[in-house]
């Protein structure tokens, strides 16, 4: 994709990963959009990016995506970027009864959002020059992190969901693009102090350099191998993951 010269609207930027990419993308000189329901977190990154704006956005609720999404097409009629970061992860128990709040609040951020914020602004990507919706999923999508079973399975949902969208966009306007983060050090999981994850600086810095290219994948550091794992020996590598984890 190209590096400038867009207008980019990113989910939960407030925050993590989403901040970072608003960052880069701002410093780049595009126009940045920046959503989320922690009105306090918008105005701190906005605050620190003049210019950067920003919209309160619950990605839960299909009435707000609505809503949202036409407000960004009347203000910002040159969009032509969508990120689709906004994300939950929590410990899910999924060896016993898994809490029915945390199940539908989970699928509801982490899958059903980003494919009703896509499909809110989709017709007008299909008109934009240099289109792009891109989607964060995770490496948990490929080796699952088994103490967030609910989380690992919505991402591995949110690849499947990417590669047909993809392919049926293949010829239109809109290309998709897929990052898939390894373990970063964000808020998630409280990894912000966790010596294991990749820093944030490195990640962004990495997943823009590949953002800049042809690729449909952005993998940075472990990621690669991460995406070669499923496949029939897949479950080696599954356990020797969450032992580690386990074993801190």
């Known amino acids: 994709m190209k590096l400038t010269g867009n ?14 990419l608003a960052e880069a993308f701002h410093k780049l000189g595009n126009q940045v959009i920046i959503s989320g329901r922690r009105a306090e977190r918008l105005q701190a990154t906005i605050d620190a990016n003049p210019g950067m704006r920003a919209v ?15 407000k960004l097409i009347a203000d910002h009629p040159g969009l032509n970027v969508l990120i689709n970061n906004a994300g939950i992860m929590l410990p899910d128990g999924a060896e016993g009864p898994v809490d029915d709040e945390l199940l539908s609040t989970t699928v509801e951020t982490n899958l059903l959002g980003p494919i009703r914020m896509t499909s809110a602004l989709i017709e007008h990507l299909k008109t934009r020059d240099g289109a792009v919706v891109a989607n964060v999923t995770s490496v948990l999508g490929f080796v699952p992190m088994a103490i967030a079973a609910v989380y690992s ?6 690849h499947s969901y990417t590669l047909s969208q993809r392919y049926l966009l293949r ?19 409280n990894s912000s102090e966790e010596e294991r994850a990749m820093p944030l600086e490195a990640f962004i810095a990495g997943a823009i350099e590949q953002l800049g290219t042809e690729a449909n994948e952005i993998l940075v550091g472990q990621a690669v191998d991460m995406r070669a794992n499923p496949g029939p020996g897949e479950h080696a590598w599954v356990n020797q993951f969450n032992d580690m984890l386990a074993a801190g």
Not at 7 to 20: D, K, W
Not at 59 to 67: E, L, M, R
């Open 7 to 20: 207008t980019v609207f990113i989910t939960g930027g407030g925050s993590g990963i989403g901040r970072g």
């Open 153 to 158: 399975a919505t991402k591995a949902a949110l």
């Open 56 to 70: 309160a956005l619950d990605i839960t609720d299909p009435a707000d995506i609505k809503a949202v999404a036409a």
């Open 171 to 189: 010829d239109s306007k809109v290309s998709l693009i897929e990052i898939a983060p390894p373990w970063v050090r964000t808020e998630l999981m």
